[in-house]
Every structure is written in C-alpha cells, then in structure tokens.
C-alpha cells in the first residue's frame, strides 16, 4: 500500500512545474497509483463501490492469492476488522513463508476462537 508521502510524490512527479491550471482528473488519476484494484487484478473487479470491498481486494493482494478474492471480499464485510488486521500483521512478519494465505487463515481461526472465548467468559 502505498504512503501519503509516496502518492504525493508520484501527483507532484506528474504535474506540471508552471503555474498553469491542471485537469483536476489528471490531478488525482488512480490508474497510475500501485494500490489500484485495476492494476493489481484487471478488469475482473473493476465495479468496486464499497469499502469492505476495497479491503478485501487489498488483503488478497498482500497475500498474493487471487483466486479467492471473493472469500476475502466476503471475510472484510462480515469478521470484525480487528481479527483481520491482526492476522494479516501476523502473517506479514513472515516474508519468506512458503503460503501466506495457511497462515493468516490459521491466524484467523485463532483469534476468532479467542475472541469468542473471551466475550463467553465476560458474560458470566
């Protein structure tokens, strides 16, 4: 994902240094930004209107697993985004793993297992 920094950058590196008035479309153009869902994946899932949608398509891109970027998609929308994004921090502190996508579905299980622990023992 990139940085606010990196995204200024590129939108500075693409402008034009005159005190001209530049397109507002060519100003904030997506297309040529790393993190778009059209560059990472084609076209296949170009109608992105929601948010959960947009995280489930990032966390199958820092996975690398394309193939089940719907369960992703599906996962974003109904598991609470804090078990999500603790696996997926889990799983990035293992860049030479040989699946990443076994460990953050394991890491998954795990902390929903605990979370559900937890909320029994709290409704004692």
């Not at 795990?110 to 979370?115: I, P, R």
């Amino acid at each position: 994902m990139d940085s606010i920094k990196d995204i200024l950058s590129q939108i500075k590196n693409s402008t034009s240094t005159d005190s001209e008035e530049v397109d507002q479309g060519k100003l904030f153009n997506t297309d040529t930004l790393q993190t778009n869902p059209k560059k990472m994946f084609g076209d296949k899932h170009k109608y992105i209107s929601q948010e959960y949608q947009a995280y489930g398509l990032r966390i199958a891109g820092k996975l690398g697993d394309k193939d089940r970027m719907t369960m992703y998609i599906k996962w974003a929308k109904e598991k609470p985004r804090a078990i999500l994004e603790q696996a997926l921090s889990f799983t990035s502190d293992y860049p030479n793993a040989k699946d990443k996508v076994r460990i953050f579905m394991w890491k998954v299980k795990q902390l929903e297992n605990e979370y559900k622990e937890k909320k029994q023992e709290n409704s004692k």
